[in-house]
T-cell receptor
Framework: GENVEQHPSTLSVQEGDSAVIKCTYSDSASNYFPWYKQELGKRPQLIIDIRSNVGEKKDQRIAVTLNKTAKHFSLHITETQPEDSAVYFCAAAPKAAGNKLTFGGGTRVLVKP | GAVVSQHPSRVICKSGTSVKIECRSLDFQATTMFWYRQFPKQSLMLMATSNEGSKATYEQGVEKDKFLINHASLTLSTLTVTSAHPEDSSFYIC???????????FGSGTRLTVV
């Protein structure tokens, strides 16, 4: 089955700096890669996703890059703000619907004012 | 957008009793439902996958007789934790998928505490 590794497990950045979280996956059949933000006791919130037919996607301060050959993908948050503090999870699935989503271990991000 | 309603949000039960958690898709047909468990400061671990009208597929290490899943309709799936023990205390969350639309819609989660 799919195995998703995520690094780092914790990340502390100064407000305004960038944050980068990296994930690797094992199953070459995976082609859907979402990123979730989860606040304590809440459901995961989709912040951005990417499919295997593109290498990069951007939405305001958030960007995701995908290298299918190397089986890794990364989340980039620029101009971080204190409200970006949360736990972030990467995930992978064979396609965007109907197939199980495998999560990475999570990254606890703390943005210091 | 797609919405999944999950109830209860919190439940405290005594050891040995059973607890039922419901997930209902409000504006779409959830052909597949995923049930996850999340222990404090850990990731979401998939417990089982269910498709409407068929038996659930359980992940390795998850006891199917302890975690009963029913997906009797396209809008409702339930997870029953039977004979609960303190080690079953966790955050349980469902995620619905519809083959007609991309993505996964998560319920709001259930915090189960077994005392």
């Amino acid at each position: 089955g799919e195995n998703v590794e995520q690094h780092p497990s914790t990340l502390s950045v100064q407000e305004g700096d960038s944050a980068v979280i990296k994930c690797t996956y094992s199953d070459s059949a995976s082609n859907y890669f979402p990123w979730y933000k989860q606040e304590l006791g809440k459901r995961p919130q989709l912040i951005i996703d990417i499919r295997s037919n593109v290498g990069e996607k951007k939405d305001q301060r958030i960007a995701v890059t995908l290298n299918k050959t190397a089986k890794h993908f990364s989340l980039h948050i620029t101009e971080t703000q204190p409200e970006d503090s949360a736990v972030y999870f990467c995930a992978a699935a064979p396609k965007a619907a109907g197939n199980k989503l495998t999560f990475g271990g999570g990254t606890r991000v703390l943005v210091k004012p | 957008g797609a919405v999944v309603s999950q109830h209860p949000s919190r439940v405290i039960c005594k050891s040995g009793t059973s607890v039922k958690i419901e997930c209902r898709s409000l504006d779409f047909q959830a052909t597949t439902m995923f049930w996850y468990r999340q222990f404090p400061k850990q990731s979401l671990m998939l417990m089982a996958t269910s498709n409407e009208g068929s038996k659930a597929t359980y992940e390795q290490g998850v006891e199917k007789d302890k975690f009963l899943i029913n997906h009797a309709s396209l809008t409702l799936s339930t997870l029953t934790v039977t004979s609960a023990h303190p080690e079953d205390s966790s955050f349980y969350i469902c995620s619905a998928s519809d083959t007609n639309r991309d993505g996964y819609t998560f319920g709001s989660g259930t915090r189960l505490t077994v005392v």
